[in-house]
């Protein structure tokens, strides 16, 4: 959620500003600004809505300098207006700010009582003027920062500018993610992840948790949360500012469906081993075989992948599981015993609620382990077991390919347990081997039906009110799709258990209401088309997703239906997520509405 990037350089950086920008939109998009430092002090360009606003204000009134620092916003404190948007600033202080300051109407009311004037609504205004005062008292910088960041509490990337500095700016984070980025040509860059600096160095280095840095043209010096000098490994970031080009795709979230194939390819190839028919993880400091219970926490796209691994893991190795969301796990107080594996599931690896639940386990004595896709991430350095995706960066809003590079891992994952366990031999593996291969290809068929689902959102796009039915583990991919159809196209919608219709939901039911089925014919199909049958007698208007088999056994009595691939039970969550996240796509389409950056979301969600 927000997006920073800080450059001081030797020439102009307004445009480089502007072009990080860019690459972090998927980050917030409610408002964005640039201030840097001029002959003539600093100067900001703040604009409401999307990025193009503050292009059209910087090509009527240009900015100058040689160091600035840039945001993109998704609200939280303040609406979102040019007011409330970054860089805040004062006479001596500008600053940019991602995370929230969980006390900051406190502080607010001390400053205000201190007769200083806010503009703002925002929480990040009273860093700034914090920070401000200090200065304005005689204090450095550096002792401004030393003052002012033990007062407070939440999490905080920071980027600052001082107003009689222009040879420096300084970074600090507690909670959200801050890298700086180095070259040897006199530039040095803040940007709140590589991807922020991708084109501009790839060589960059992580701040850990309380960690800021005073940046300069020759680099950075770091200082930890005591204050004391540190000393944090440079890296080569590898992200690229090509990952942030459509290409010929109309929309990133489309182009994203259509690298499905190769991205699960490419996780499957870390995982799978195809000479020794055998499934592989990453090395671990602890035995799987010693695991008597899997907790499972994550939010989102990501909490229903958790839950389709509890089918997966409690039918393979028979481990008990269970699964939370995030940001209710710390709250119920969980019990934790000997014996249990924490498996967290992030995306960013930097999901506040998520990250929270991790210490917390970790702090409980719990081993840890994480399905996350950037390997750099919070989550993925603190973990005890890393087992990464390799989606690339996904900057649709609406996750697609790290949904299914994440159901990839966690069946390598339940697999890997089942071997341990001593619960799966190798004729069965041999065969989960052989169905993991498959995916891509079943994934490239299902891809080809695209013509097929637009055809068919047109349909649902005219539709109020849409539910979901599965059974097994298509009941979570049911969570999923109308999860999917409501954050990009609006439409209410719900998922549900098949066999849950009568409990309550077929209430919802009349000729208005499509009805979307995933029923792949196996040994669930036949209970799920008798629900899905039951609601077509109170007059649904049914969608059947289903192989050939299952579409001959439902018989002629649905609205519409999406051929796929025949597919073994394994791995039909992985296919089946394709026509899923296209028949969303395409009603949002038909609904005109903004697929990649839809209202009042985030990509990545680094407050509470």
């Known amino acids: 959620m927000c997006g920073i990037i800080g450059i001081i350089a030797e020439r102009d950086v307004a445009d480089e500003l502007y072009d990080g920008l860019k690459r972090l939109e998927y980050r917030g998009y409610d408002s964005a600004g640039i201030c840097t430092l001029t002959g003539g002090g600093m100067e900001r360009r703040r604009a409401k809505g999307k990025l193009h606003n503050l292009r059209e204000k910087l090509t009527k009134e240009p900015l100058g300098g040689h160091i600035g620092i840039a945001h993109t916003r998704w609200a939280t404190h303040g609406a979102p207006t040019e007011d409330n948007a970054h860089p805040h600033a004062t006479k001596h202080v500008a600053l940019v700010h991602n995370g929230i300051i969980e006390n900051f109407k406190a502080l607010r009311e001390e400053l205000v009582r201190d007769g200083r004037t806010l503009e703002s609504d925002t929480d990040s205004e009273v860093v700034c003027h914090l920070i401000s005062r200090e200065v304005e008292g005689g204090a450095s910088p550096e002792d401004a920062l030393k003052t002012v960041l033990p007062r407070l509490r939440g999490a905080f990337a920071l980027a600052i500018l001082f107003a009689d500095r222009p040879d420096m700016m300084i970074g600090a984070r507690k909670g959200s993610p801050l890298v700086v980025g180095f070259t040897d040509e006199g530039e040095t860059y803040l940007g709140s992840d590589a991807l922020a600096l991708a084109g501009l160095t790839q060589r960059i280095c992580y701040l850990k948790e309380g960690d800021w840095c005073v940046v300069t043209r020759d680099g950075a010096t770091i200082y930890d949360a005591d204050n004391q000098r540190a000393n944090r490994e440079v890296v080569t970031s590898g992200a690229s500012a090509a990952a942030v080009e459509k290409g010929e795709y109309r929309h990133f979230m489309q182009k994203e469906i259509f690298e499905q194939p190769t991205v699960v390819a490419q996780t499957l190839q870390s995982y799978v081993r195809p000479l020794e028919e055998q499934v592989a993880l990453p090395d671990m400091d602890f035995d ?31 481990v008990p599981v269970e699964v939370d969301v995030a940001s209710e796990y ?155 159809l409501k954050e990009i196209s609006y439409i209410h919608a719900e998922g ?65 239906y999406i051929r796929m691939p025949k597919v073994h039970p394994l791995i039909a969550p992985l296919v089946y997520a394709i026509p899923v996240q296209l028949l969303a796509y395409h009603v949002a389409v038909a609904k005109g509405t903004d697929v990649d950056q839809p209202r009042n979301l985030a990509k990545s969600v680094t407050v509470e």
């Open 330 to 484: 710390r709250y119920r107080d969980p019990v934790m015993e000997e014996g249990q594996l924490a498996l967290f599931i992030s995306q960013s690896g930097e999901t506040a609620d998520t990250l929270a639940a991790m210490r917390h386990c970790a702090e409980a004595g719990l081993t840890t382990a994480g399905i996350i896709n950037v390997p750099t991430s919070t989550m993925a350095r603190e973990a005890d077991l890393l087992m990464s995706t390799h989606a690339g960066p996904e900057i649709g809003v609406a996750s697609t390919k790290a949904f299914t590079c994440q159901l990839a891992v966690m069946a390598a994952f339940a697999t890997n347990l089942a071997r341990a366990k001593g619960r799966l031999p190798a004729d069965e593996e041999r065969d989960i081997v052989k169905h993991l291969q498959e995916v891509p290809q079943f994934m490239t068929e299902a891809l080809d039906r695209d013509g097929k689902i637009e055809a068919v959102a047109q349909f649902v796009s005219k539709a109020r009110d849409v539910l979901y039915l599965g059974r097994g583990p298509d009941y979570p991919m049911a969570l999923e799709g109308a999860l999917k």
């Open 496 to 560: 549900y258990a098949s066999g849950e219709m009568k409990h309550g939901p077929i209430a919802l039911i009349d000729e208005t209401v499509p009805l979307i089925v995933m029923a792949p014919s196996g040994p669930l199909f036949e209970k799920t088309v008798s629900n899905m049958q039951e609601a077509q007698a109170r007059g649904a208007q049914v969608v059947l997703i289903s192989d050939d088999e299952g579409i001959a056994e439902a018989g002629d009595d649905v609205v519409e």
């Open 288 to 318: 799987l075989a010693g695991v008597k219970r899997v907790s499972i926490v994550a939010c989102g796209t990501s909490y229903y992948v958790g839950m389709i691994g509890k089918y997966w893991i409690e039918q393979f190795a028979r």
